[in-house]
C-alpha cells in the first residue's frame, strides 16, 4: 500500500459507480421498508405466533441490519468514487456482511431441517431429541449466529482477510490471495455449499413425503404442506440465485485469478448478492396469504391509521352465497378476512387459533405449522335496521348501518361457522328489499 489515496480510489468507471450506487440505493430503501413491514406484522401477531414464525424474524432482522449497517458504507463510497473509511471501516463491512450473509444461509438451513423432522419423521424418535417449540428455536437461532460469529470473526483475528474488491468501492474477504487459500475453500464449502445441500436434500425428501404418504389426510392438508414446502424453497432458490454467482465467481478468482476479467464485470455480482434482502419479503407476500391478509389490514392500518377495505354488508354476503360470484370459495374465503375474524380477537369466542407456544403440534395452518384448525362455531345479530359486529382490533362493538341498502326491512339472524381454511357458510334468510340486492365482495 504504497500509496494510500491511490489504494482506496475505485477502480471502475464513474458512470458504473453511479448507477450501482443508485441500484444500490433503492435495493436499500425498498428492503428496509419490506423488512419493517415483516416486523411489523410479527409484532401485531406476536400473542399468536407459531414457533416456526420466529425464523422469519430472524430472517427480517438479518435483512434489516444489512440494509442499514453495511449498505450505506458502500452507497456512500460509490457516489464519492472511492473508498471513504479506510481499512478499518473495511474490517468492519467485511465482518458485518459475512456474518449477516452466514447467518441467513444456516437459517435457511434450520427451517429446512426442522420441517424435514416435522414432516419426514413426526413419529419417531428423532423428531422427540428437538421438539421445535418456541425455546429450541431460539436455541437454533443463537447457534446460527454464534457459528457465523466465528466464520466472520476468523479473518479478523489472523485466518483469512478482509480488504478491498476489485472495484474499490466496498470490501469483503481477500480471495485474490493464492498464496493462502485455505480459508476461502473452507468458507465456501461449509459456509455455501454444505448448508445448500443440506436444504436440497431436506426439501426433495418433504416433497416426496407430500406426495406419496397417505397419512397427510385429505386435499387441504396437502395443499397446506404444498404452500409451506413452496415457501422454504422459494427463499433457498432466491439465496443461490443472489448469492452463487458471488461465491462461485469469489472461488475461481482464489484458485486461479480473474486479474484479466475487467473490473466493471466483478460489480455484476456484487450487485446480485445484495439483492437478497429484498427476497424474502417478497416470497412472503406472494405466496402466504395469512402475511397478506396482516399487511393488507393490520400493517397498513397501524402505519396510516386506516385499514384495507371495509367489512361487507349483508346483501354483499347474500350475494356471494347465492351464487353471483364466479369463485364462491374464493370469496367466502375474503369474506372471513373482511369479517376480522383473527385469532386476536378479545374474545376468546373468535380466535382460531391454539395459541400455546409450547405445542409443537398446534390447531392452526400457520406460515409454517401445518396442523389444522379447530373448527368453531360463531352468530352475528345483525339488528333492524343496524347490524352490530364485533370490531376484533379494538375489542368493542361497532355499529355498520345498512339503512339506504336495505330500508325497512327486516333481517333474521343468520348462524355461520368458520370452516378449515378460513372458509365461510353462512345461511342467511332476508325479507323485503335484502332479496333484491346482490352486490360483490371485492
Not at 504504497?2 to 471502475?12: G, I, L, P
Not at 476468523?154 to 469483503?172: F, K, M, Q
Not at 404452500?227 to 469469489?250: M, N
Not at 382460531?352 to 390447531?363: P, R
Request: one cysteine or more; aromatic letters at 12%.
Amino acid at each position: 500500500m504504497e500509496n494510500t489515496e491511490d489504494y482506496f480510489k475505485s477502480n471502475v468507471p464513474t458512470a458504473v459507480d453511479i448507477v450501482s450506487g443508485l441500484y444500490l440505493t433503492i435495493v436499500g430503501i425498498l428492503s428496509i421498508t419490506l423488512n419493517v413491514c415483516v416486523l411489523a406484522a410479527c409484532f401485531i401477531k406476536r400473542h399468536g405466533m407459531r414457533p416456526m414464525e420466529m425464523y422469519i424474524v430472524f430472517l427480517a432482522f438479518i435483512d434489516l441490519c444489512m440494509c442499514v449497517l453495511a449498505y450505506p458504507f458502500v452507497v456512500a463510497s460509490q457516489f464519492s468514487f472511492r473508498w471513504q473509511f479506510g481499512m478499518t471501516g473495511c474490517i468492519w463491512y467485511g465482518f458485518m456482511g459475512s456474518l449477516l450473509a452466514y447467518s441467513n444461509i444456516y437459517t435457511l438451513g434450520m427451517i429446512a431441517a426442522v420441517r424435514y423432522l416435522k414432516t419426514c419423521h413426526s413419529g419417531s424418535e428423532v423428531i422427540a431429541c428437538f421438539v421445535p417449540n418456541k425455546t429450541n428455536i431460539k436455541r437454533s437461532v443463537c447457534i446460527a449466529f454464534f457459528v457465523s460469529f466465528l466464520w466472520s470473526i476468523s479473518p479478523v483475528i489472523g485466518w483469512g482477510e478482509y480488504d478491498l474488491e476489485p472495484c474499490g468501492t466496498s470490501c469483503t474477504l481477500k480471495w485474490y490471495d493464492t498464496g493462502d487459500s485455505s480459508y476461502v475453500i473452507c468458507t465456501f464449502l461449509f459456509n455455501f455449499v454444505l448448508p445448500l445441500v443440506a436444504i436440497v436434500f431436506g426439501y426433495s425428501r418433504i416433497i416426496s413425503k407430500i406426495n406419496s404418504d397417505s397419512t397427510i389426510v385429505g386435499n387441504t392438508s396437502r395443499f397446506a404442506e404444498r404452500r409451506l414446502t413452496k415457501v422454504g424453497i422459494s427463499a433457498a432458490v432466491c439465496f443461490l440465485v443472489t448469492w452463487g454467482p458471488y461465491a462461485t465467481f469469489s472461488v475461481i478468482e482464489a484458485c486461479n485469478g480473474t486479474h484479466h476479467i475487467p473490473a466493471a464485470l466483478k460489480v455484476i455480482p456484487t450487485l446480485f448478492a445484495k439483492s437478497n434482502t429484498l427476497c424474502n419479503p417478497i416470497i412472503y407476500y406472494l405466496i402466504v396469504r395469512r402475511f397478506r391478509n396482516i399487511v393488507k389490514h393490520d400493517v397498513l392500518w397501524w402505519i396510516f391509521g386506516k385499514r384495507e377495505g371495509n367489512l361487507p354488508t349483508i346483501s354483499s354476503i347474500h350475494g356471494v352465497l347465492s351464487g353471483t360470484r364466479s369463485s364462491p370459495s374464493r370469496s367466502r374465503r375474503k369474506l372471513a378476512v373482511r369479517m376480522n375474524l383473527a385469532k386476536d380477537s378479545s374474545s376468546d369466542r373468535y380466535k382460531l387459533d391454539d395459541e400455546d407456544e409450547n405445542d409443537a403440534h398446534a390447531s392452526t395452518v400457520s406460515l409454517f405449522n401445518t396442523s389444522p384448525q379447530k373448527q368453531i362455531g360463531f352468530q352475528m345479530v345483525p339488528r333492524d335496521p343496524t347490524v352490530t359486529t364485533v370490531d376484533p382490533y379494538k375489542g368493542k362493538e361497532k355499529s355498520h348501518l345498512y339503512r339506504d341498502r336495505l330500508g325497512a326491512s327486516s333481517l333474521k339472524a343468520p348462524v355461520g361457522r368458520v370452516c378449515h381454511g378460513g372458509m365461510t357458510m353462512i345461511d342467511i334468510k332476508t325479507t323485503g328489499a335484502a332479496n333484491s340486492d346482490m352486490a360483490n365482495v371485492e
